[in-house]
């Protein structure tokens, strides 16, 4: 590939202990937990709020925190704090109750008296700024990690763009929580990736409509039948969920590629809106 050198003198516009990088689940946890254990902390993301899967491509309900055959809590902590601060469970009582294991319709129907883990993605940002202020978190959004200086064994200078153009960050530590591993993979840190990837999914939602089992089966000999036609390539599920009862958050687009190919994913987002 043809180069082009680039040399710049960068405003250093923080110089925090802990900068985060990526303020999904995993960043909110990471920069909380530090605020909160007193270091002076900073964390960036390319969107305008945090949240990441759960706010970026619609979330429906929390997995993977609780045991599934008897709906018991199997981690703590911040994940509490956040279901009370959105109101799915009243405060102080969240590690005694049961859950279901998601917002899956079919485990709903199944434990109707677990306590659903779900809320609405505008609720989680609104509770990530909360949590993530409260803490003593710098948040600095709509900025996207770029690259990192490396000097010796360790990242020395992160790279991040955004409205102010390139600007400089040098934190006593980064923690890499983008999801693809950005920050590690620049900083030239060995990293292992499968040979055959996982698909992109792309989510969406309907309003006005009542998520019944009939209507999920309907859903599904669409998909089937659209797919035998080669209108659609690849689906997942469906999985639908709602969040108020008269709307339908669906789980069901899956188009081939590798993310970290901008080309692919650019073409993941065209032709997941076709397919939705
Ligand atoms: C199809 C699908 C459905 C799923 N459904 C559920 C579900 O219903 N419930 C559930 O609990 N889990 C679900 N999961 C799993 C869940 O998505 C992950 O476990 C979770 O998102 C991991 O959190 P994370 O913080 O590591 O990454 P992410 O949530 O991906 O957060 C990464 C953050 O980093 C930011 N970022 C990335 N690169 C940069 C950069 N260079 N500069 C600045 N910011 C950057 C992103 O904007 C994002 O905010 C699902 C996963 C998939 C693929």
Not at 45 to 61: L, Y
Not at 176 to 202: F, H, I, R
Request: aromatic fraction near 8%.
């Amino acid at each position: 590939m043809a180069v082009v050198q680039y040399t710049k003198s960068l405003p250093l516009v923080a110089k925090p202990d802990v900068l985060v990088c990526g303020t999904g689940l995993a960043g909110i946890g990471a920069a909380v937990a530090a605020a909160r254990n007193g270091a002076s902390v900073m964390a960036v993301d390319r969107m305008g709020f945090a949240g990441g899967f759960f706010t970026n491509i619609i979330g429906s309900a929390f997995d993977g925190f609780v045991y599934e055959g008897t709906g018991k809590p199997v981690v703590g902590g911040l994940v509490f704090e956040m279901l009370e601060r959105m109101g799915v469970v009243q405060s102080g009582q969240s590690p005694n109750l049961s859950y279901n294991v998601n917002g899956d319709f079919t485990e709903v129907e199944k434990y109707p008296d677990r306590v659903i883990p779900r809320t609405d993605p505008e609720r989680f940002k609104k509770a990530s700024d909360d949590v993530l202020t409260e803490s003593g978190v710098r948040s600095l959004f709509h900025t996207q990690v770029s690259d990192v200086i490396v000097k010796g064994e360790r990242v020395d200078t992160v790279i991040a763009s955004n409205k102010d153009g390139l600007v400089a960050i040098k934190p006593r530590t980064v923690i890499d929580a983008t999801g693809d591993a950005d920050v590690a993979a620049w900083a030239g840190c060995p990293y292992e990736k499968a040979e055959s990837l996982q698909p992109m999914s792309l989510h969406f939602r309907i309003g006005f409509v009542e998520l019944t089992f009939e209507l999920r089966r309907k859903c599904a000999a669409v998909l089937e039948k659209a797919r035998a036609e080669g209108k659609i390539g690849l689906y997942g599920g469906p999985w639908p969920a709602t969040f108020s009862g008269r709307d339908i958050y669906f789980n069901v687009i899956r188009t081939p590629g590798d993310a970290t190919n901008p080309d692919d994913w650019t073409n993941a987002e065209i032709q997941g809106r076709r397919d939705a």
